[in-house]
């Protein structure tokens, strides 16, 4: 009887210090990988509306925008870059300008964001945070940003949510070769015989939340509501006004803006090559804006490696109760602009989108995710027409580690 | 009335959620069912969140930018 409680008994003690059994010639091998993505925008858009000239005028534009992002997986860890460039041609930068040049019609806008993710295996939980900037010679942000996405353990639903800040400064004169630093407010160059704003600062707090579900074997639903802060200096300082006794001022707005937004999506997986994308956007201010949106894209799976992304998307806003047109506002109102981006309107979106994936070892260590084309064409009730490019390439580098 | 509608929503969202074993996930598990946006789209809607006076939720940005000319 006691010979077998100790064997019994020395079983259970081998167990809490026994290790399993690695032979000694077995090696773990981990992949390492580095995703790079390639963007290439561009933008063109042409107006007759534009707020810098008080609600007319041409708002011809064209913005040039590369930007690059890299992607490092070790493990469990994940560190991603994204730096670009948006390089504006523009008549309205012309008058945005302390040193007033007609050959001056180019402006940049640069960025720069750094992400870091963990993820929690067991808890199927990710936590990621970040910071990042941009800046233009008129304009200087800092961003930063904490969340979480946490998944079931079937992996058929997940929760997350994402707490964004950004501080921006709105002075000029840090592109500028005379001064690289922020200097003063640009006001419209007939206007700048005084301070029009106590304050050049503007934050925003955006608080993103985000649930997905697996609805069936072909549909997945996601609702995304999405609250945003801004105070400070909510008008732009180069937006003129022109009332209806003829002065003119420069655009004033309320120091405070709350917005709310929910969008609805469903994806299904229609017969075996077609897949439907909705989506349904609401959203409301306290300027007086409420806005609703549709949109669909259908992606047409050609080949295993090669789909068209027909879209189309309908938007409609109702106009800011500080809104007019050139010439109507009173000069006894508060706040006032002729921002036709505030206005009632209606855009109409629509485009193509052409992805190939292959997905294809190029060597031993590089492998061609795939590529994207996309053209859409967006016009906007007011007249304003354009045109949106993008191409994207995907790129990763694999590398073996030895545990 | 409004909140016996938004219940009635909650509840067929979840009551029509059916179990989806791991080998029938090859529609939902497809790269295109996915619900984040490639960088086309991305673009997309911050062109949207500019030149419309809203800025749609879901989406990658939210500010950081003048986007004013």
């Known amino acids: 009887m006691k010979r077998k409680y100790l064997i019994i008994g020395s079983l259970v003690f081998s167990h809490f210090f026994a290790k399993a059994q690695v032979p000694q010639d077995t090696i773990i091998e981990k992949i390492n990988r580095t995703e790079i993505e390639l963007v290439y925008n561009h933008y063109m858009q042409d107006g007759n509306n534009s707020a810098v000239t008080g609600g007319i005028g041409t708002e011809k534009l064209t913005v040039y925008g590369p930007s690059l992002t890299m992607k490092k997986i070790v493990g469990n860890n994940s560190l991603a870059f994204n730096l670009g460039a948006d390089i504006i041609t523009s008549a309205s930068v012309d008058n945005i300008d302390s040193v007033m040049s007609s050959a001056s019609r180019r402006d940049a806008r640069s960025f720069f964001n750094a992400t870091y993710e963990h993820q929690f295996e067991k808890q199927n939980l990710a936590l990621f945070g970040g910071m990042g900037f941009s800046i233009e010679s008129d304009y200087f942000s800092i961003g930063s940003k904490l969340g979480l996405v946490k998944e079931d353990k079937k992996k058929l639903r997940s929760y997350s949510i994402q707490f964004q800040l950004f501080n921006d400064d709105l002075r000029w004169g840090r592109l500028n070769p005379a001064y690289y630093r922020p200097v003063k407010l640009i006001y419209p160059a007939e206007l700048r015989y005084q301070e029009w704003y106590d304050g050049y600062r503007r934050n925003s707090c955006n608080l993103k939340l985000g649930f997905t579900q697996a609805l069936n074997k072909r549909n997945i639903i996601g609702i995304f509501p999405e609250i945003t802060y801004q105070e400070g200096l909510l008008a732009t300082p180069f937006h003129r006004i022109y009332f209806s006794d003829s002065t003119e001022v420069v655009e004033q707005l309320p120091r405070e803006r709350w917005k709310g937004a929910l969008a609805l999506r469903l994806n299904s997986f229609v017969g075996g090559r077609l897949i439907l994308k909705n989506t349904i956007n609401s959203y409301a201010d306290n300027f007086g804006i409420l806005a609703f949106s549709v949109e669909n894209e259908t992606a047409l799976k050609l080949r295993h490696d090669l789909t068209l992304l027909p879209n189309i998307r309908f938007f409609a806003q109702t106009g800011s109760t500080y809104f007019a047109p050139y010439g109507m506002h009173n000069s006894n109102e508060t706040y006032y602009t002729s921002d036709f981006d505030l206005s009632e309107l209606q855009t109409y979106n629509a485009g193509i989108g052409l992805k190939i994936n292959p997905y294809k070892y190029l060597n031993k260590r590089m492998i061609f995710n795939g590529m994207l084309f996309r053209y859409n064409f967006l016009y906007r009730s007011n007249g304003l027409k354009a045109h949106i490019f993008s191409i994207v390439f995907q790129t990763e580098f694999q590398k073996k580690s030895h545990d | ?69």
């Open chain 2, 1 to 69: 009335m409004k909140q016996s509608a938004i219940r009635i929503v909650i509840l067929l969202l979840f009551t029509s959620c059916a179990s989806v074993k791991p080998y029938e996930r090859q529609f939902v598990n497809d790269p295109e069912m996915q619900l984040n946006d490639d960088a086309g789209r991305n673009f997309n809607s911050y062109v949207h969140s500019i030149r419309e006076g809203a800025t749609p939720a879901g989406t990658l940005k939210a500010s950081g930018g003048c986007g004013c000319n």
